[in-house]
């Protein structure tokens, strides 16, 4: 029978770990972009995606869970936000429909996380 890991910190967090992947396919694809997105598309896709890890690192970092859950339904939000920016990449031809389809099974796999800690520290809260 293996041990799982104790929790001491945000790096130890799974959904962190696949948010930092994330993040760096997110810089790799947006480099393909045109250069006139750079300011526009570009800027708010790659701040969109780095806030989805950011806000779980922030929120872990708070005194108390109730504050914890508000940066994780930050966090939630943002992948929101990214998948709605990949949408427009996509109609806008700079992304192909492929890589929307992988991108977004990721981003809703990581929705369901959020919603399943957020589910935890609320049943915690609760007992």
């Not at 790799?28 to 690192?57: D, H």
């Not at 708070?62 to 920016?85: A, C, P, V």
């Not at 809703?108 to 399943?116: A, D, R, T």
């Amino acid at each position: 029978m293996s041990e799982s890991k104790k929790i001491t910190s945000y790096h130890d967090l799974e959904i962190w770990k696949r948010g930092i992947q994330l993040v760096k396919t997110v810089y790799k694809i947006t480099s393909e972009f045109p250069k006139t997105e750079l300011y526009g598309l570009i800027s708010q896709t790659q701040r969109a995606a780095v806030s989805f890890p950011a806000n779980i690192a922030e929120g872990w970092g708070r005194e108390s869970s109730k504050n914890y859950i508000q940066f994780l339904r930050n966090s939630r939000g943002s992948i929101f936000e990214l998948d709605t920016l990949l949408i427009i990449a996509t109609e806008l031809n700079y992304i192909s429909s492929d890589q929307l389809v992988e991108l977004q099974k990721e981003i809703n796999e990581l929705g369901k996380m959020v919603n399943s800690i957020i589910k935890k520290i609320n049943t915690r809260i609760s007992e």
